[in-house]
Nanobody, 128 residues
Framework: QVQLVESGGGSVQAGGSLRLSCAAS????????MAWFRQAPGKAREGVAG???????TYSDSVKGRFTITRDNGNDVLYLQMNDLEPDDTATYYC??????????????????????WGQGTQVTVSS
């Protein structure tokens, strides 16, 4: 059974940091691109960071320079280090696995239909 389980969310003040984790199971973790998405109330889900199997990364403009995505292929865990958090970062954060295997540049496209497995989400709240 393919499963993604996020943890590490919480409430912080602006300027603070959080580290999200996503534990993957039920498939060959290092064969798939992974990403973090977020969804704020009343807004569409948006991709914030993606990572290829070989560790190449991409970021949305809104988080570039503040967030870092990494993966531990030995322990099947995806991370998102979030620094200098802002109130606009408040959202539910989701870990996602690409629908198909492989690691071309295409796999860092954040269009939601390309991502076949989703976690349940973890809430991040940033107060001013």
């Amino acid at each position: 059974q393919v499963q993604l389980v996020e943890s590490g969310g919480g409430s912080v003040q602006a300027g603070g940091s959080l580290r999200l984790s996503c534990a993957a199971s039920g498939y060959t973790f290092n064969a798939y691109c992974m990403a973090w998405f977020r969804q704020a109330p009343g807004k569409a889900r948006e991709g914030v960071a993606g990572i290829r199997t070989g560790h190449a990364t991409t970021y949305s403009d809104s988080v570039k320079g503040r967030f870092t995505i990494t993966r531990d292929n030995g322990n099947d865990v995806l991370y998102l280090q979030m620094n200098d958090l802002e109130p606009d970062d408040t959202a539910t954060y989701y870990c996602a696995r690409r629908a198909g295997q492989g690691s071309g540049p295409w796999c860092l496209d954040f269009s939601p239909e390309g991502w076949g497995v989703w976690g349940q989400g973890t809430q991040v709240t940033v107060s001013s």
